[in-house]
T-cell receptor
Framework: ETGVTQTPRHLVMGMTNKKSLKCEQHLGHNAMYWYKQSAKKPLELMFVYSLEERVENNSVPSRFSPECPNSSHLFLHLHTLQPEDSALYLC??????????????FGEGSRLTVL | GEDVEQSLFLSVREGDSSVINCTYTDSSSTYLYWYKQEPGAGLQLLTY?????DMKQDQRLTVLLNKKDKHLSLRIADTQTGDSAIYFCAESKGTGRRALTFGSGTRLQVQP
């Protein structure tokens, strides 16, 4: 596999469920990101990991919990979500050093629906 | 207002030129980007411009940057139906911060 892979592509969950989104990158990058894409709104940066350490957390509610066990994998654990959390969640990766500043490589996203 | 602003929708006829506009607020931005998102896909880098440039051309794409007005535009010449997608403007907020700040995206619809 190549690039950035996200699973599942679609997820429907109730407000009391616990689920996880998974992201895997095969590009040898050392920084990974979660973005939230909602209709007609700017992409919202949620979390940034650099060398497996969280370096940015943009005031995201605690019902979203990220995990980065190694530089190739990133998870987003979800629990007690709200219907307004329904969105497309995009994972991205980049090369922290040496790459062009800010060039991100995105996965295809996980479409989340909260009932 | 938002850090990066774009109009939400643009419709053009096949063969015409498309111009997608973007305004941003951070004068310290080092790179400015255009990303393309096709239906059901993630975002892909289309082109970028360094902040000390005012124009960049890449085949059918022309990027214009007006730093004074903090205005960025993407011109697509001879627009094709395959260019129908959402186009996101993004900025890199200075050195040391890799994460980008994106706009809301402009949906380009190309009529045959």
């Amino acid at each position: 596999e190549t690039g950035v892979t996200q699973t599942p592509r679609h997820l429907v969950m109730g407000m009391t469920n616990k689920k996880s989104l998974k992201c895997e990158q095969h590009l040898g990058h050392n920084a990974m990101y979660w973005y939230k894409q909602s209709a007609k709104k700017p992409l919202e940066l949620m979390f940034v990991y650099s060398l497996e350490e969280r370096v940015e957390n943009n005031s995201v509610p605690s019902r979203f919990s990220p995990e980065c066990p190694n530089s190739s994998h990133l998870f987003l654990h979800l629990h007690t979500l709200q219907p307004e959390d329904s969105a497309l969640y995009l994972c991205a990766s980049s090369q922290e050093a040496g790459g062009r500043d800010g060039e991100l490589f995105f996965g295809e996203g996980s479409r989340l629906t909260v009932l | 207002g938002e850090d990066v602003e774009q109009s939400l929708f643009l419709s053009v006829r096949e063969g015409d030129s498309s111009v997608i506009n973007c305004t941003y607020t951070d004068s310290s931005s080092t790179y400015l980007y255009w990303y393309k998102q096709e239906p059901g896909a993630g975002l892909q880098l289309l082109t970028y411009i360094f902040s000390n440039m005012d124009m960049k051309q890449d085949q059918r794409l022309t990027v214009l940057l007006n730093k004074k007005d903090k205005h960025l535009s993407l011109r697509i010449a001879d627009t094709q139906t395959g260019d129908s997608a959402i186009y996101f403007c993004a900025e890199s907020k200075g050195t040391g911060r890799r994460a980008l700040t994106f706009g809301s995206g402009t949906r380009l619809q190309v009529q045959p």
